[in-house]
């Protein structure tokens, strides 16, 4: 069956970087558009960065533009967020998301089980 396995999260300084990886299995891994989204402490889960099947196209969410990068190794069967300049506001559990085909924020086939991010002030 399909698993996504986040990890890379951890307690980070204000300004700090962190990178977080999923990696697939039991899918074929770039026929997959992939995603991050995350969940803060007693908010609702939102959108984080998306990318395309070859990592030609990326989407990121207002919140995290220039500061968060999504890219894939499709060879690894691994999608990466770059964290930077981190604040206490991206505090939250972050989550892989995988779809088959394009892109389509409301139509996720696969989570994964998130990895936490807490960043200190």
């Known amino acids: 069956q399909v698993q996504l396995v986040e990890s890379g999260g951890g307690l980070v300084q204000a300004g700090g970087s962190l990178r977080l990886s999923c990696a697939a299995s039991?899918?074929?891994?770039?026929?997959?558009?992939m995603g991050w989204f995350r969940q803060a402490p007693g908010k609702e889960r939102e959108f984080v960065a998306a990318i395309s099947w070859n990592g030609g196209r990326s989407l990121y969410a207002d919140s995290v533009k220039g500061r968060l990068i999504i890219s894939r190794d499709n060879a690894k069967n691994t999608v990466y967020l770059q964290m930077n300049s981190l604040t206490p506001e991206d505090t939250a559990v972050y989550y892989c998301?995988?779809?088959?085909?394009?892109?389509?924020?409301?139509?996720?086939?696969?989570w994964g089980k998130g990895t936490l991010v807490t960043v200190s002030s």
């Open positions: 998301a995988a779809r088959w085909g394009a892109w389509n924020i409301g139509d996720i086939h696969s």
């Open positions: 039991g899918l074929p891994f770039s026929g997959y558009s």
